[in-house]
Structures are given as C-alpha cells and as structure tokens.
C-alpha cells in the first residue's frame, strides 16, 4: 500500500487527473478511506457538508467495477461491507433502540475524513516550503567547527611509588624469608601437661590445661600440641583420656598409680 | 566597526557544518556569557544580512546561514535533488509533525491504513522524525516526534511555525475522532434540549 | 536595499561547492553581462563584509567566503582528554626518575620486560621526561631524565624528596603480594578466634 511511485510533490497538479485515475485502478489509494476522500472531493462541498449516503453510494458502486475487471484488496472489500450496512441503517426506519445509531456512524466517517483531508493538505503545504537543497542552499564546503582533544596525562605520586616497588619486587634477587609463627612444641606442652596433671585429681577438660594468656594462632598452636603430649603420657601409663562421641570434648586425668 | 564578539558568532556560524544554539556558541567562545546575551547579538548579525543573498535563521533554536528562497531559481541547478518523499511518507510526516508525539496505531487511525515499517524508516533516516518514548498504555507502543533537521529542512522557525496548525487545532482536527464525536454530539444534545425547551 | 543583481552574485559565491570567477558567474546569471561587471560587483559585496566575521576573498581570479583567519583559533576549539597513565608507563616514570639519566636498555633491564617505545613517547608528550643528551657508551644511546613539570606534577620540591627504598619497605610497596595477602589474612583468623572467645 506504502511507497506508491506517485510523486505527491506533483500531486496538486496531477489531482485534476485523478476522474481518469478512478477508471484505472486501486492502486492510486492509499487504502479505502483515502478512496472516499476522493469520491467525497467529487461532491465539490465542503466536507462538512457531505452527503454520506450518496457517498456510501458512489463507493459500493465504485467497488462493484473494480470487482468486475479485477481482484480488490480486502480492506476495500471490509469498508465496502460496513457501507452497505450504514446505506441500509441510513434508509431503514429509524430504530430509536439500535445503538449506536446510523447518524452517529456516519459523523464518525464524516470526521475521520475531515481529519485525513486536514492532513493531507497540511503535508502538501509542508512539502510546499522553502525546502533546502531546493530552494534554499547552504554553504556547500563549511570549514566546519572543529574539537582537538589535548590529552593530559594523569597519574599520582601513589601510583609511582607503587609502580617502583613491583618493578623492585620483580627484580630483585629472590630472597625467601618464611616468617616466624607462634608454636607451642610438643615438648613444651608435654612439661606443661605433667606439671598440671599432678594437681588435677577428677576428669577435666583438655582445654582447662591450656594457659589463658596464649591467643589466636598461639592457643591453637598451643591445643594440637597438647593434644599430642595427652596421647603420649596416655601412652606412658601416666593418664587415662575419656572421649564420649567423635568431636565431644576430650577429658583427662592422673591415671591411677 | 563590528564589535569583536559580533564578528567571532558570524565566524562561528559561518563556519559551524551544523546549526548551532546560543548555548554551543557560549560554550565555544569560552567567555562567562549568557545564552541570552548571545541570542542578542545573533539576532544583530541577523538583521545586519536581511535583505542580503545570504540570511542567518532560526530554526527550532538553532541557527544557519542560508540563501534567500526567492534566489532559488538561480541556484538550482539539476543535480540538486531533494529528497523526493512517495505519498504516505508525506502524510505520516504531516501526521507526526502536526499530532506529535504520536504512535504507529494512532497514525494508522488517521490514514485508514496500515503503515509499512519502510515509510517510518524514511522519515527516520532522514532524520526528520524520531522515536520519543513510550506512550504508557497497555502495550507501551513506541512514539514518534519531529526533529530539528525537519525544522531544518522545511524551513520553521519552531513548530508554531507549522502551516495552518493554530487554525487546525481551533477547528478541533487535530482532536481523536472519539473526542470531536462527543464534543459533536453534545452540541447536537445541546440544540436539541434547546429545540424542546 | 542591496540590489538584486548584488544579492544573487552573493548568494551564488556562498552557496557555490567551489570559488567561482567572474565569468562563471556571468554565465549562471544568463545576463548579458561582462566579467568586468560581475567583477566590479563582487568588490562591492566583498567591501559590505569589510570587518566582519565573514570575508570574500579573491584566490587566482576566483572568489570563495571564508572566516577571517584571524578569527581561526574559534573554529578549532581545543579542549583536556584527561588519560590515565598505564602502569608500564608508571613504573618506566618511576624508573626514570629514581635512576636518572638512564638509557631504554637501562630501563629494560631494570623492568625486566621490555619497554615500547610508546611508552616514553607517552611519558614526554606529558612532559615529564626529556632526553637529556647521550651515554657515550658503544650505540651512543639516548639517555632520559625527569623534568620540571615531573616534579611539579606530583608535588615535588625536587628529585631528593622521592622516598628511598627503605621508606617504601616501611610504607609496604616493596611487600610481596602474597605475604602482604597472608598478614592479612592472620589478621582475619585473630578477629575470629577472639570473637568465639
């Protein structure tokens, strides 16, 4: 229906033709109301003044040639339908229940048309406009405003210290330094342990042996440790363990001598 | 003597391959003026060309330089084609100009007919219509509005510009057909309650 | 009023792709006039723009507009592109300036990675390096040192005042990633085993 080669910058002159046109064929329309513009345009009043039923009348008739020489698109064929059914409603005795009434329909169909035609000469006279390149021109090679973009580099102090200390790091002769990490030895928590042990009579946990100073790495350091010196004076006959389940606290005592 | 000023806007706006507003002037020249002070002196370099073959104008806040429409016939030359638009082009365009901003259905309303995708994408490419948000209604259907090239290219100062658009909008054409019906239709219950009364 | 003959010949010259002489323009007016009237017509429009932002020059017999050049520095509008230093190039700057004058084989071999030549160019179009003369050494290579502008961009009284290697082992830049990963990490476990104590 879009992109008819017809030039509508030529179209006031070529509206004169357009009787001729009716003849032809539908491809001159843009779909069926512009169809009824036309015929409408046939009437010479005012669209406000336009009689709709002999509208209705010049487009089924106007339809029924069409049909006769050749295949009509559907949209053509829906409005004609629709029309018949206002022709009738329009002739038929008023029914003052039938909503809406044939009237109403018809105003409806009179204002779409007034809107299209407003339309249709507001793009006429649009496309009638000083427009440039046609009538009117630019400067055809403008020196044109042109940006040149300084670059301005940015860095901070920051980040070249930091960029010299991993190239330093990167650099220089690998020295591996394995820091020193808070232990309990073994043989510390085995002294520690005997020494508690004496004093200690009923079950107790092995947690209680551990001194309340030793903190993070320290304390953990310091309760595996313990843990190996309890295996190895059970070991020795010294203590007894007792461990309810897996993962329960682990209790000891002075073995019995 | 042209004021210093005077002569680097002209410059400016000779030289500028687009149009430019007041602020783009202001931004370029660097100085603490205002838009406004610029549109001031724009419009002395204006009226220093009237009447010229070379005039400075306003379209949609922007300005260029540009020749006299009535010179047209010395210029023109064949290879000068402008776009030439087929008709539902022409009409869509006048539909998105004068309705703005409006959808693909609303258009369709008003033509009776389907728009195919191509003659938006004309208006598109060249640069005179443009998609401007989503309508919120059910299905949020994109909506299109003019630009300042189609100010541009059709010579308008702004939109108020348009032709006939004040008396298109008294007469109510530019209203949805559901709308002018219940205005119609109350006027006609008006007469008719003052016929019986 | 400027005469029409005047305007159309103005309107021709601003609108024309190329300059036009007097007898091209002659031949697009279609008058029977000479190309010494034309001529003389063309002094009198290019006298109208006499002082102002636009001027009608005369190159080889013919004549185009253009912005006086006076007024160039408006049309090419320079604005800062501010860009982050890479980090090669950080640490080629950092190299540089704790070891200057130094040579790009020396600043390879202290990198350990091979340096673009990019990078020094990016270091002297900041100007914070310059080549300072030669080491008179086999190849005669060109030796860098930091500049003024190097100082004063990051805040330097002078080359002294960048902090020696022991100052950046006590500010933590010279610590391994992965040992200063692990502090961290100790720190963490310390935080955990006091808040179940």
């Keep these: 229906m879009d992109e008819l080669p017809l030039d509508f910058e030529l179209a006031p002159s070529a509206a004169t033709e357009r009787e001729d046109a009716l003849q032809l064929s539908l491809d001159s329309w843009e779909g069926p109301l512009d169809l009824l513009l036309t015929l409408a345009r046939g009437q010479k009043v005012d669209l406000r003044q336009i009689s709709i039923l002999q509208l209705v009348e010049q487009y089924l008739a106007f339809i029924a040639e069409m049909r006769a020489k050749l295949e009509v698109a559907a949209d053509y064929l829906v409005m004609a339908a629709w029309l018949a059914y206002l022709k009738s409603a329009l002739l038929l005795p008023k029914d003052p229940l039938e909503e809406p009434s044939p009237d109403e329909l018809a105003l409806r169909l009179q204002l779409r048309l007034q809107r299209l035609a407003a339309m249709r000469e507001a793009a006429a006279r649009l496309l009638a406009r000083d427009r440039i390149g046609r009538d009117v021109f630019l400067r055809a090679k403008p020196e044109g405003l042109r940006e040149v973009k300084l670059r301005r580099w940015d860095a901070s102090l920051y980040d070249l210290l930091s960029a010299y200390g991993q190239v330093k790091l990167r ?28 004093v200690q009579l009923d079950w107790a946990e092995l947690s209680d042996f551990l001194p309340s100073d030793y903190q993070g790495p320290l304390r953990r350091s310091a309760i595996a440790s313990s843990f190996l010196a309890a295996l190895e004076l059970a070991r020795q006959g010294r203590i007894d363990l007792k461990q309810d389940a897996a993962f329960e606290p682990l209790y000891l005592k002075a073995a019995k001598a | 003597m042209i004021d210093d000023l005077e002569r680097a806007i002209e410059a400016m706006l000779f030289a500028s391959d687009e149009p430019l507003d007041a602020r783009q002037v202001a ?143 008294a007469a109510g054409l530019l209203d949805p057909v559901d709308l002018a019906f219940e205005e119609a239709m109350g006027e006609l219950d008006l007469v008719k309650d003052g016929e019986e009364a």
């Excluded at chain 2, 922007?62 to 084609?81: K, M, S």
């Excluded at chain 2, 022409?90 to 409006?102: F, T």
């Design chain 2, 27 to 169: 931004n370029r020249l660097g100085d603490e003026m205002t838009p406004g002070e610029v549109r001031a002196i724009i419009q002395t370099i204006a009226a220093r060309h009237d009447g010229s073959g070379i005039e400075l104008v306003e379209r949609g806040g922007h300005w260029h330089f540009q020749t006299p429409a009535d010179l047209a016939h010395l210029l023109r030359r064949e290879r000068d084609d402008p776009r030439k638009l087929s008709r539902a082009a022409a009409e869509v365009l006048a539909i998105v100009a004068y309705h703005e901003p409006v959808s693909r259905a609303e258009i369709e309303a008003i033509r009776g007919v389907q728009t195919s995708k191509g003659t938006l994408d004309v208006l598109m490419e060249a640069e005179w219509i443009a998609p401007a948000g989503r309508r919120e209604v059910p299905g949020r259907p994109l909506i299109y509005k003019t630009t300042d090239a189609f100010l541009q290219h059709f010579g308008l100062t702004s939109r108020k510009d348009l032709p006939g658009i004040e008396d298109l909008r």
């Design chain 1, 171 to 198: 650099t220089e002769p690998v020295v591996h330094m394995v820091s020193r990490r808070p232990v309990v030895t073994l043989d510390a928590a085995l002294h520690h342990l005997e020494r508690l042990i004496g």
